[in-house]
C-alpha cells in the first residue's frame, strides 16, 4: 500500500510564491516518476510538471519559468515551486506518483489534493 501526503497550498495574492510537498511513503521498492497535476472549476485535470528517476522535467508551457518542480529521492518527496502565480493558476494541485512496489507490480497513485488560490 502507497499513501501520498501533500501539504502547502493555500491563498496567495497575485504573484506570490508557493510551495507545495508531497511525500510517499507504504511498500515500495523503486520510484520512477513523479508530478503534478492540477484541476480548475469547470475544466479537466492537467499535467503540470513532471520528474523522472533520472532527473529529467517537463513542465507544461504555462507554467515554464514560473514554477520549478524538485525530488527528494531519499525523503521519496516530490516538490513544486510555485513563483509568480497568477489567478489562472488557481486550482487543485494533485501529486501523481508511478513506480513499483515490492514483487515489482506496478503502482500509480494520486494524491488527495491541495487547493491553491491565487488572489487579491
Known amino acids: 500500500q502507497v499513501q501520498l501526503v501533500e501539504s502547502g497550498g493555500g491563498l496567495v495574492q497575485p504573484g506570490g510564491p508557493l510551495r507545495l510537498s508531497c511525500a510517499a511513503s507504504?511498500?515500495?521498492?523503486?520510484?520512477?516518476?513523479m508530478g503534478w497535476y492540477r484541476q480548475a472549476p469547470g475544466k479537466q485535470r492537467e499535467l503540470v510538471a513532471t520528474?523522472?528517476?533520472?532527473?529529467?522535467?517537463d513542465y507544461t508551457d504555462s507554467v515554464k519559468g514560473r514554477f520549478t518542480i524538485s525530488r527528494d529521492n531519499a525523503k521519496n518527496t516530490v516538490y513544486l515551486q510555485m513563483n509568480s502565480l497568477q489567478p489562472e493558476d488557481t486550482a487543485v494541485y494533485y501529486c501523481?506518483?508511478?513506480?513499483?512496489?515490492?514483487?515489482?507490480?506496478?503502482?500509480?497513485?494520486w494524491g488527495q489534493g491541495t487547493q491553491v488560490t491565487v488572489s487579491s
Open positions: 501523481n506518483t508511478k513506480g513499483l512496489l515490492p514483487g515489482l507490480r506496478w503502482f500509480d497513485r
Open positions: 507504504g511498500s515500495i521498492f523503486s520510484i520512477n516518476a
Open positions: 520528474t523522472t528517476g533520472g532527473g529529467g522535467t
